[in-house]
Structure formats: structure tokens, C-alpha cells
């Protein structure tokens, strides 16, 4: 192999190499960030449980509440 074409080789590995260090970089940030939206979907589903609670035991409370039809 002639010395340049085994520059240009080095050359073409280290930037495969930096491209993927910046893809595995982007998949780190991307799990992250999905970790993340996995919380606060948990936060969500939380707090619409207790909302739906809460309506549930007013209305139930406001039909007691109610004089009975005779």
C-alpha cells in the first residue's frame, strides 16, 4: 500500500470514528430524554387519577346531597 492511501484510510477511520462517538453521544442524550418522559408521563397519570378521584367523590357527594324523588 502506497503511503498515501494509507493516510487517506487513517484519515477515513478517525472520522468514522468521531461520527460515531457523536451518534453514540445522541443515542446517550436521546435515552435521557426519554427516561425523562417516562417520568413525567408517570406525574401525569398521577395527577388525572387524582383529579378523576376527586370529581368521583364530588359528585357522589353533590347526588347525596340531593333530596330523594318519592
Do not use: F
Request: hydrophobic share 40%; proline share 1%.
Amino acid at each position: 500500500m502506497s503511503a498515501a492511501y494509507k493516510a487517506e484510510k487513517e484519515k477515513l477511520e478517525e472520522a468514522i470514528l468521531e461520527q460515531m462517538r457523536d451518534v453514540l453521544t445522541g443515542l446517550h442524550t436521546l435515552n435521557q430524554n426519554l427516561d425523562r418522559l417516562n417520568d413525567v408521563g408517570d406525574e401525569l397519570q398521577a395527577i388525572a387519577v387524582s383529579w378523576t378521584t376527586y370529581c368521583d367523590t364530588m359528585h357522589r357527594a353533590h347526588d347525596e346531597a340531593l333530596p330523594a324523588d318519592d
